[in-house]
């Protein structure tokens, strides 16, 4: 027999497609037949939808990273840049 609380109430319903917990509601007033034939399927569907937001999270984390990393690299780079022209400027000046 299938569990009284469902996958889809609760914290889920902040995570999950609107649609996908409404379509969890439906079937869990469905008679229990059809539900344990559907539940299954939902189950898995409800999993994926977790994955990818969670791989989702993990690439736009990494993406504001690589971002941060490339705003501290142009500044080494535009202070390189300046140290090497004062550089050039003072071997100017003794020849």
Known sequence: MLSNHSRFEGKDTE???RELVELGRHLHKMPLSVQKELM????QVVDC???????????QEALAQLRLDIKYLMFDLEVTRRERDEL???L???E
Do not use: C, H
Request: glycine residues 0%; hydrophobic residues 30%.
């Open 92 to 94: 100017d000046e003794r």
């Open 40 to 43: 299954d399927s939902y189950d």
């Open 88 to 90: 050039k400027a003072q």
């Open 15 to 17: 995570t999950l497609p």
């Open 49 to 59: 939808v977790r994955r990818r937001r969670r791989i989702l999270n993990l690439v």
